[in-house]
């Protein structure tokens, strides 16, 4: 839903429904967690799948199908951070609809807080580093 007044700030999502709420809270047992940008909309799911969903032709894509632990993903300028199940670091670039491994970046724990990278690094004896964004091509 989009209230398109001049006073709105934020737009809001939700969905109006006649099931119960149990119901509701059943069908959504089965995702992770969910990002929105312009125009896709990004679920995860339990089956460690990251689809894609266009906006406006409303086409699903399935992004990756190897996502370790869902939980630990970022959505950073548009681009969706994860491990995957080997423990690379991956990145979805938006705008290319591309998935890229980033070079020697091997880890099941991560965050990004302030346009840094913050990893458990499993190539040096868990030793946490951390990494600018900015330099991650």
């Not at 990004?42 to 460690?48: G, N, P, Q, R, V």
Request: hydrophobic content about 35%; aromatic content about 16%; proline content about 0%.
């Amino acid at each position: 839903m989009y209230n398109s007044l001049s006073e709105n700030i934020e737009d809001f999502f939700g969905f109006i429904v006649k099931d119960s709420e149990e119901d509701i809270l059943k069908t959504m047992e089965d995702y992770i967690g969910f990002y929105l940008d312009d125009n896709d909309i990004y679920y995860l799911d339990y089956s460690d799948n990251l689809i894609q969903i266009d906006r406006n032709t409303k086409n699903e894509k399935v992004i990756a199908i190897d996502v370790y632990n869902g939980f630990n993903t970022y959505f950073y300028n548009n681009d969706i951070y994860y491990s995957d199940t080997q423990a690379r670091l991956c990145r979805f670039e938006s705008k290319n609809g591309m998935v890229q491994y980033i070079d020697n970046i091997y880890t099941n724990d991560f965050k990004i807080e302030n346009d840094k990278l913050i990893y458990k690094d499993l190539l040096d004896e868990d030793n946490v580093k951390s990494i600018d964004l900015i330099l991650i091509k």
